[in-house]
Protein backbone atom coordinates (compact mmCIF):
# COMPACT_ATOMS: atom_id res chain seq x y z
CA UNK A 1 0.00 0.00 0.00
CA UNK A 2 1.14 3.78 0.32
CA UNK A 3 0.20 6.63 1.82
CA UNK A 4 -0.12 9.93 0.28
CA UNK A 5 0.44 13.51 1.92
CA UNK A 6 -1.15 16.13 -0.37
CA UNK A 7 -0.43 19.87 0.96
CA UNK A 8 -2.91 22.22 1.20
CA UNK A 9 -5.98 20.71 1.55
CA UNK A 10 -7.82 23.87 0.43
CA UNK A 11 -6.55 27.13 -0.85
CA UNK A 12 -8.24 30.34 -1.74
CA UNK A 13 -6.40 32.65 -4.29
CA UNK A 14 -6.76 35.57 -6.32
CA UNK A 15 -6.57 35.06 -10.02
CA UNK A 16 -3.26 35.46 -12.19
CA UNK A 17 -1.59 34.13 -9.52
CA UNK A 18 -0.18 30.81 -8.82
CA UNK A 19 -0.80 27.45 -6.68
CA UNK A 20 1.82 24.76 -6.02
CA UNK A 21 0.18 21.67 -4.57
CA UNK A 22 2.72 19.05 -3.04
CA UNK A 23 2.24 15.31 -2.68
CA UNK A 24 4.31 12.93 -0.82
CA UNK A 25 4.53 9.22 -0.49
CA UNK A 26 5.52 6.88 2.28
CA UNK A 27 7.46 4.75 -0.19
CA UNK A 28 8.99 4.82 -3.70
CA UNK A 29 7.09 4.94 -6.62
CA UNK A 30 7.88 5.60 -10.66
CA UNK A 31 4.84 6.99 -11.58
CA UNK A 32 2.92 9.26 -10.06
CA UNK A 33 -0.47 10.63 -11.38
CA UNK A 34 -2.22 14.57 -11.40
CA UNK A 35 -6.05 14.43 -11.76
CA UNK A 36 -8.57 17.39 -11.90
CA UNK A 37 -11.89 17.28 -10.72
CA UNK A 38 -13.99 20.00 -11.61
CA UNK A 39 -17.18 20.36 -9.07
CA UNK A 40 -19.57 17.74 -9.74
CA UNK A 41 -17.78 16.39 -11.97
CA UNK A 42 -15.34 12.77 -12.60
CA UNK A 43 -11.83 12.74 -12.40
CA UNK A 44 -9.43 13.69 -15.00
CA UNK A 45 -5.88 12.92 -15.78
CA UNK A 46 -3.65 16.17 -16.20
CA UNK A 47 -0.96 14.37 -16.04
CA UNK A 48 1.68 11.71 -15.30
CA UNK A 49 4.78 12.37 -13.62
CA UNK A 50 8.31 10.07 -14.18
CA UNK A 51 10.96 10.67 -11.88
CA UNK A 52 13.90 11.79 -14.20
CA UNK A 53 11.78 12.78 -16.93
CA UNK A 54 9.36 15.34 -17.90
CA UNK A 55 5.88 14.44 -17.27
CA UNK A 56 3.15 13.37 -19.82
CA UNK A 57 0.17 15.55 -20.46
CA UNK A 58 -2.94 14.76 -21.54
CA UNK A 59 -4.88 15.61 -24.18
CA UNK A 60 -6.43 19.61 -23.28
CA UNK A 61 -3.10 20.20 -20.32
CA UNK A 62 0.05 21.78 -20.56
CA UNK A 63 3.20 22.46 -19.05
CA UNK A 64 2.94 25.91 -19.26
CA UNK A 65 -0.53 25.80 -17.56
CA UNK A 66 0.37 23.22 -15.21
CA UNK A 67 4.24 22.96 -14.77
CA UNK A 68 5.06 19.60 -12.72
CA UNK A 69 8.18 18.61 -10.65
CA UNK A 70 9.23 15.17 -9.66
CA UNK A 71 12.42 15.60 -8.03
CA UNK A 72 12.61 12.01 -6.40
CA UNK A 73 10.49 9.05 -6.69
CA UNK A 74 8.92 10.18 -3.17
CA UNK A 75 7.57 13.33 -3.82
CA UNK A 76 6.16 15.35 -6.81
CA UNK A 77 4.50 19.34 -7.03
CA UNK A 78 1.89 20.31 -9.48
CA UNK A 79 1.73 23.97 -10.40
CA UNK A 80 -1.49 25.58 -11.49
CA UNK A 81 -0.46 28.56 -13.44
CA UNK A 82 -2.02 32.50 -13.69
CA UNK A 83 -5.09 31.29 -12.40
CA UNK A 84 -8.73 31.76 -13.71
CA UNK A 85 -12.12 30.96 -11.84
CA UNK A 86 -12.35 28.54 -14.24
CA UNK A 87 -9.53 26.55 -12.58
CA UNK A 88 -11.50 25.99 -9.54
CA UNK A 89 -11.82 22.51 -8.94
CA UNK A 90 -10.56 19.53 -6.61
CA UNK A 91 -6.97 18.60 -7.32
CA UNK A 92 -5.86 15.13 -6.24
CA UNK A 93 -2.54 13.15 -6.67
CA UNK A 94 -2.16 9.24 -6.88
CA UNK A 95 0.27 6.88 -7.18
CA UNK A 96 0.15 2.85 -8.33
CA UNK A 97 1.26 -0.11 -5.89
CA UNK A 98 0.54 -3.22 -7.72
CA UNK A 99 -2.56 -3.04 -9.29
CA UNK A 100 -3.87 -0.62 -6.60
CA UNK A 101 -4.35 3.68 -7.02
CA UNK A 102 -3.84 4.91 -3.70
CA UNK A 103 -4.85 9.11 -3.64
CA UNK A 104 -3.87 11.90 -1.49
CA UNK A 105 -6.58 13.93 0.21
CA UNK A 106 -7.05 16.28 -2.79
CA UNK A 107 -7.23 19.94 -3.12
CA UNK A 108 -10.07 22.12 -2.81
CA UNK A 109 -8.73 25.27 -4.95
CA UNK A 110 -11.42 27.97 -5.39
CA UNK A 111 -10.26 31.08 -7.11
CA UNK A 112 -11.42 34.27 -6.92
CA UNK B 1 -9.19 4.11 -26.70
CA UNK B 2 -10.71 3.37 -23.44
CA UNK B 3 -14.39 4.54 -22.12
CA UNK B 4 -16.41 4.28 -18.72
CA UNK B 5 -19.57 5.03 -18.54
CA UNK B 6 -21.76 5.48 -15.53
CA UNK B 7 -25.50 6.40 -16.96
CA UNK B 8 -26.78 6.78 -12.84
CA UNK B 9 -26.10 10.38 -11.99
CA UNK B 10 -27.96 10.26 -8.76
CA UNK B 11 -29.60 7.33 -6.66
CA UNK B 12 -30.93 7.01 -3.31
CA UNK B 13 -32.00 3.56 -1.18
CA UNK B 14 -33.17 3.06 2.11
CA UNK B 15 -31.04 2.39 4.84
CA UNK B 16 -30.45 -1.99 4.87
CA UNK B 17 -32.23 -2.34 1.24
CA UNK B 18 -29.53 -3.41 -1.76
CA UNK B 19 -28.80 -0.58 -4.66
CA UNK B 20 -27.19 -1.61 -7.76
CA UNK B 21 -25.05 0.76 -9.55
CA UNK B 22 -24.12 0.50 -13.12
CA UNK B 23 -21.25 0.49 -15.25
CA UNK B 24 -19.96 -0.09 -18.25
CA UNK B 25 -17.05 0.92 -20.48
CA UNK B 26 -15.09 -0.04 -23.53
CA UNK B 27 -11.66 -1.30 -24.17
CA UNK B 28 -9.93 -3.47 -26.85
CA UNK B 29 -7.59 -5.31 -24.28
CA UNK B 30 -8.51 -8.62 -22.81
CA UNK B 31 -6.84 -8.05 -19.90
CA UNK B 32 -7.38 -4.99 -17.09
CA UNK B 33 -8.32 -3.99 -14.05
CA UNK B 34 -11.64 -2.94 -13.05
CA UNK B 35 -12.77 -0.91 -9.85
CA UNK B 36 -15.26 1.08 -8.10
CA UNK B 37 -14.31 4.11 -5.35
CA UNK B 38 -15.96 6.07 -2.84
CA UNK B 39 -15.98 9.51 -2.32
CA UNK B 40 -17.14 10.93 0.73
CA UNK B 41 -17.60 14.52 1.42
CA UNK B 42 -14.57 14.44 2.66
CA UNK B 43 -12.92 13.97 -0.64
CA UNK B 44 -10.72 11.07 -0.01
CA UNK B 45 -10.80 8.31 -2.51
CA UNK B 46 -11.71 5.16 -1.20
CA UNK B 47 -11.30 1.41 -3.08
CA UNK B 48 -13.87 -0.07 -2.49
CA UNK B 49 -13.66 -3.43 -4.87
CA UNK B 50 -11.52 -4.48 -7.33
CA UNK B 51 -11.99 -6.83 -10.30
CA UNK B 52 -9.44 -8.70 -12.66
CA UNK B 53 -10.45 -8.59 -16.11
CA UNK B 54 -9.21 -12.69 -16.61
CA UNK B 55 -10.69 -13.59 -12.83
CA UNK B 56 -14.27 -15.27 -14.03
CA UNK B 57 -15.42 -15.11 -10.33
CA UNK B 58 -16.97 -12.14 -9.36
CA UNK B 59 -14.92 -9.93 -6.99
CA UNK B 60 -16.53 -9.78 -3.12
CA UNK B 61 -15.95 -7.11 -0.04
CA UNK B 62 -17.75 -7.44 2.87
CA UNK B 63 -21.34 -6.35 1.89
CA UNK B 64 -20.11 -4.85 -1.45
CA UNK B 65 -19.64 -7.35 -4.82
CA UNK B 66 -19.47 -7.07 -8.22
CA UNK B 67 -21.32 -8.09 -11.49
CA UNK B 68 -18.46 -8.52 -14.12
CA UNK B 69 -19.82 -9.48 -17.69
CA UNK B 70 -16.50 -9.20 -19.86
CA UNK B 71 -18.76 -10.35 -22.89
CA UNK B 72 -21.07 -7.02 -22.11
CA UNK B 73 -18.55 -5.11 -20.60
CA UNK B 74 -20.53 -4.19 -17.96
CA UNK B 75 -19.08 -3.82 -14.37
CA UNK B 76 -21.99 -3.16 -12.01
CA UNK B 77 -21.88 -2.74 -7.80
CA UNK B 78 -24.16 -4.14 -5.77
CA UNK B 79 -24.26 -2.96 -1.91
CA UNK B 80 -26.41 -5.02 0.26
CA UNK B 81 -27.56 -3.61 3.80
CA UNK B 82 -27.20 -0.08 2.93
CA UNK B 83 -25.83 1.57 5.61
CA UNK B 84 -26.12 5.86 6.11
CA UNK B 85 -22.01 5.57 5.59
CA UNK B 86 -22.49 4.46 2.21
CA UNK B 87 -23.85 7.95 1.61
CA UNK B 88 -20.92 9.24 -1.08
CA UNK B 89 -20.33 9.75 -5.09
CA UNK B 90 -19.01 6.68 -6.74
CA UNK B 91 -16.60 6.10 -9.41
CA UNK B 92 -16.49 2.75 -11.73
CA UNK B 93 -12.92 2.92 -13.12
CA UNK B 94 -10.64 1.06 -15.84
CA UNK B 95 -7.19 0.50 -15.45
CA UNK B 96 -5.23 -1.03 -18.62
CA UNK B 97 -1.93 -3.62 -18.41
CA UNK B 98 -1.24 -2.98 -22.29
CA UNK B 99 2.65 -1.88 -22.75
CA UNK B 100 2.97 1.89 -22.18
CA UNK B 101 -0.09 1.64 -19.99
CA UNK B 102 1.79 3.21 -16.88
CA UNK B 103 -1.22 2.51 -14.54
CA UNK B 104 -3.35 5.63 -15.12
CA UNK B 105 -7.23 5.51 -14.38
CA UNK B 106 -10.08 6.35 -16.49
CA UNK B 107 -13.18 7.52 -14.74
CA UNK B 108 -16.62 7.16 -15.35
CA UNK B 109 -19.01 10.19 -14.61
CA UNK B 110 -19.94 8.99 -10.99
CA UNK B 111 -22.76 8.24 -9.54
CA UNK B 112 -24.10 9.86 -6.47
CA UNK B 113 -25.67 7.70 -3.41
CA UNK B 114 -28.06 8.69 -0.66
CA UNK B 115 -28.73 6.21 1.83
CA UNK B 116 -31.96 7.25 3.73
CA UNK B 117 -32.92 6.59 7.10
Known amino acids: SAVISQKPSRDICQRGTSLTIQCQVDSQVTMMFWYRQQPGQSLTLIAT?????????ESGFVIDKFPISRPNLTFSTLTVSNMSPEDSSIYLC?????????FGQGTRLTVV | AQTVTQSQPEMSVQEAETVTLSCTYD???????LFWYKQPPSRQMILVIR??????QNATENRFSVNFQKAAKSFSLKISDSQLGDTAMYFCAFMGTRSGNTGKLIFGQGTTLQVKP
Open chain 1, 94 to 102: SVRVDTEAF
Open chain 2, 27 to 33: TSESNYY
Open chain 2, 51 to 56: QEAYKQ
Open chain 1, 49 to 57: ANQGSEATY
